[in-house]
């Protein structure tokens, strides 16, 4: 599989997961698994691994990426982590308005927005994770949601920025559930995405932009999933922490 027109990116979400010494020994194991890869490759760890992370991979096809990030430039936030610090240590990615954030520490559509402009401003690239609940999906509003999402995010976003921007689409009931979207639920979704950033920034943008899907992929369905002309590749939770694993996904991106 290859959309010729925009890079498939395969990031692992670590999230509260490895010790920077456990970081540094799955990061041992991946650099082999992934090192045929023709899709790019991220891995996003907790902040107390982002050193190891980035030193352990120079020289390889592994970029790092951190798991959120605060809006501020600096100042009495304690306890956060501004863009500028994670652009010092050499991070290039990040990810914003991850469910577990919406959902356990009360992130709004609106701090999304601001979080992912202070990213963008400081340099990084940014994906940025939007998807319903069940109750949504029930409901029949998933693609209002997604939308109302995706637009608040990219509030003040310019176009030449959105080279940096990866739209993760990652149905809250998927994830960390074993319960993926079928490959026609995640494809209908970007599209709708993709479509909402052409009503945005025109064709242009909408056709360059990647968008992934997340949510339970793992080695067997990753396939089927990207083989999906508007799923450009995934954002992985679990799998990613077994090197086997995300590196038989980043194969099948490399297809
Ligand atoms: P799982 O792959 O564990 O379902 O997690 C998906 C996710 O939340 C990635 O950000």
């Known amino acids: 599989m290859k959309k010729s027109a925009r890079k498939a990116i395969i990031a692992g979400n ?25 899709c790019e490759v991220v891995i996003c760890t907790p902040f107390t691994s982002l050193v190891t ?21 600096s100042g009495a936030f304690t306890g956060e982590i501004s863009a500028d610090m994670l652009v010092d240590l050499g991070v290039e990615y990040v990810i914003t308005g991850h469910s577990e954030r919406r959902q356990y520490f009360a992130e709004t559509d609106e701090t999304v927005n601001k979080r992912t402009k202070a990213a963008l401003e400081a340099g990084l690239k940014v994906i940025v994770c939007v998807g319903e609940s069940l109750a949504q999906r029930e409901q029949g509003v998933t693609e209002e949601l997604v939308r109302m999402q995706t637009k608040i995010a990219l509030q003040g976003v310019t176009a030449e920025e959105m080279s940096r921007v990866i739209i993760a689409y990652e149905p809250v009931w998927a994830i960390g559930t074993g319960r993926t979207a079928t490959a026609d639920q995640a494809q209908e979704v970007c599209v709708a995405i993709r479509k909402v950033i052409g009503e945005l920034y025109g064709e242009v943008v909408a056709e360059a932009t990647t968008v992934q899907y997340g949510g339970s992929m793992n080695a067997k369905n990753a396939d089927e999933l990207l083989g999906k002309l508007d799923v450009d590749g995934g954002l992985i939770g679990g799998a990613s922490l077994k090197a086997p694993d995300f590196g038989a996904i980043v194969a099948a991106a490399s297809k």
């Open 14 to 38: 670590w999230k509260m997961n490895k010790t920077a010494t456990e970081a540094a020994q799955l990061i041992d194991e991946l650099i082999p698994a992934v090192a045929g890869a023709d």
């Open 53 to 73: 992370a980035v030193e352990k991979t120079k020289g390889t096809n592994i970029h790092v990426g951190a798991e959120n990030v605060h809006f501020e430039k």
